[in-house]
């Protein structure tokens, strides 16, 4: 059932148990929700050269993804991470693990804001040289235009060890200091929905699929951490 937006896979919850937000460990499951997304007829994966230590797109690299199309990007770990050298790279590592799956989108995915960064320019030219080769097929600059981030204001962790807990990575901070201020307006529409028999993620799927100024030219990135959550997403469009 391909949708009027075309649906991305976030591939973020893949890869070896115990790295960075992964949730789906096993090369079997993945390859079960890849199927079934596919099945449905979607085609897009988004992954990272950061995503599970880079076993996410390990993963993605022994999948048959049934001709699905992968965009991935390369994050600057340490200052000057943009810098021709390490991003080449980066690339390069990304390439090896993702094996016979070719990028179709490059995303340089956070600005690096240290004092060691490299010029933008520096980094460009790289890419355009990298694009020239064939290394990849486009690019996006993925979050270097976004605003800095607020800073992070200590929360309670819903359970230790969660993707909320602040002692089990980073992730934790970002999501509490972007979503902790929208929780009350959530709590209100969950009520609105509910009582319509719609579910709170579906609405909002719709509204994206419906009624956004998304086009078919344009793509929703939506995850899973489950095999049985795939369909129940898909279908919600």
């Known amino acids: ?16 148990a115990n790295t960075l937000n992964t949730r789906i460990n096993s090369i079997t499951e993945v390859q079960a929700v890849v199927d079934i997304f596919v099945g449905l007829g979607q085609t897009g994966f988004d992954t ?11 993963f993605l690299g022994k999948l048959d993804l049934h001709d699905g199309v992968v965009d991935t990007k390369i994050f600057a770990a340490t ?11 980066s690339l390069v590592q990304s390439r090896a693990a993702l094996r016979h799956q070719k990028i179709r989108v490059l995303y340089l995915h956070a600005p690096d804001r ?9 980094t460009l030219e790289e890419i355009n040289k990298m694009h020239k080769e064939g290394l990849f097929g486009g690019l996006l600059t993925g ?19 969660s993707r ?32 319509h ?5 579906a609405a909002a799927q719709r ?31």
């Open 143 to 161: 979050k270097m235009l976004a605003p800095a981030s607020v800073d992070a204001t200590p929360t309670l962790a819903y359970a230790p060890g």
């Open 197 to 201: 028999g719609i579910t709170l993620s």
């Open 79 to 89: 200052p000057g991470g943009y810098a021709p050298g390490p991003l080449r790279t």
């Open 207 to 237: 509204w994206l699929q419906h009624h956004s100024a998304l086009g078919p030219d344009d793509a929703v990135l939506m995850g899973v951490s489950r095999v049985d959550q795939v369909k129940p997403n898909v279908v919600d469009w």
């Open 48 to 58: 990272s050269r950061r995503y599970g230590a880079g076993t996410s797109e390990e």
């Open 1 to 16: 059932m391909p949708t009027r937006v075309p649906l991305i896979l976030g591939c973020s919850t893949f890869g070896e």
């Open 164 to 195: 909320w807990d602040p002692n089990a990575g980073p992730t934790a901070v970002w999501y509490t200091a972007r979503y902790t201020p929208l929780l009350d307006v959530v709590r209100e529409l969950k009520e609105v929905t509910e009582s």
């Open 114 to 122: 240290s004092s060691e960064s490299a010029p933008f320019e520096d």
